[in-house]
């Protein structure tokens, strides 16, 4: 299953379960008509809805909530899509027939033939049922983009007023969900990972779930991987040129007045720091005879620094004239 889109994991893993309470599966199958379905009037002015879709999971699961809520008659029609995506079309087709229409109304899309802006608030009323109108829309006109490229969750609506209704839902569930539009349709999007986490847990899409927790704390662990190098490399690349400017400096004294001119602990640094110029401080504490402390090699160093300093401000020092002194 891994190998599909994720979309479809998400889709495949929610359709095959129906909702144990029949509140429940009134209120994915009302928003998955609402969301996913068009709104036919056929000749004779009979009322049909269908949704078309490529998951055959969607279609299965939308012709098994419409047999086990109404008697209407339903067809299901694949069709070949082009040869060259293998891929079939699915369109489900329910008929309302005329002396049930009054059982629309219970489904909150149509009222006197025309369809209805918002959610009708008694479909989700108990929590129990709001997350089966989420898993409903979802399925209807819902994608996610591989957790693997990003975070990007999208529900592509028609209507203004149902996706502001929809952005209110997924905000009453603690979702900061927003909304964009794209040419003639509502796009309400979530983009952060821990929002669309938080999405699949409410629709219970646990094995998407599962799939976008690995992902992430293998690109957690990457980071951090990356983190850790990037700043080793800083820090030796700083620690040598910190080694390499010191050497410049010991020289520099050298040259004006002669090895002889320092006292003992600092000559001994200042001829191992010459020899080992990217050693680090341990490792020239280390060569010392006897051996010093990472702290004291670093305070014999500044000094001679310093005292590099010092000659470099006084030019009078020369190797010559110290020795005349
Ligand atoms: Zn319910």
């Known amino acids: 299953m891994a190998t599909g889109s994720f979309s479809s994991q998400v889709k495949i893993e929610l359709a095959r379960k129906v909702p144990e309470k029949n509140c429940c599966c009134l209120a994915e199958f009302s928003a998955l008509l609402r969301a996913g ?27 098994r909530l419409g047999k086990q809520l109404y008697n209407w008659p339903i067809e299901l029609r694949v069709r070949r899509q ?22 629309l109304q219970q489904l909150g899309i ?10 009708r608030s008694a479909l989700v009323k108990r929590q ?20 693997e490229a990003g975070y ?4 592509v609506l028609s209507s203004e ?4 209704g929809i952005v209110s839902l997924l905000n009453r569930m603690g979702l900061q969900a927003r909304i964009n539009q794209r040419k003639h349709m509502h796009v309400v999007y979530l983009k952060e990972a821990e929002q669309i986490a938080s999405l699949l847990r409410l629709i219970g899409a646990h094995g998407a779930l599962l799939r976008l927790e690995d992902v992430r704390a293998m690109k957690e662990v990457r980071n951090q991987v990356n983190r850790l190098v990037n700043c080793d490399t800083a ?11 010191q050497a410049r400096s010991i020289q520099f004294i050298l040259d004006k007045v002669g090895i002889d001119y320092l006292q003992d602990p600092l000559r001994q ?18 060569l010392m005879e006897p051996k010093l402390g990472k702290s004291g090699v670093n305070h014999r160093l500044r000094r001679l620094e310093e005292i590099a300093e010092q000659l470099g401000k006084n030019n009078m020092y020369t190797k010559q004239g110290f020795a005349d002194k």
């Open 37 to 63: 379905g068009t709104l036919g009037i056929g000749t004779g002015k009979q009322l049909s809805f269908y949704i078309s879709t490529d998951n055959a999971a969607v279609a299965r699961h939308v012709f």
């Open 82 to 103: 082009d040869r060259l995506k293998k891929q079939n079309r699915y369109r489900v087709r329910l008929i309302i027939p005329e002396s049930k229409e009054n059982e």
């Open 110 to 119: 149509i009222k006197s033939r025309r369809v209805v802006e918002g959610i």
């Open 128 to 147: 129990c049922c709001r997350r089966a109108y989420l898993r409903g829309v979802f399925l209807g006109c819902g994608s996610v983009s591989n957790p």
């Open 152 to 155: 990007h969750l999208e529900l």
């Open 161 to 164: 007023v149902y996706a502001l």
């Open 235 to 245: 820090n030796l690349e700083k620690a040598v040129s910190t080694g390499l400017r």
């Open 269 to 286: 640094v200042a001829e191992l720091r010459l020899e080992y110029p990217e050693a680090s401080l341990k490792e020239l504490g280390d």
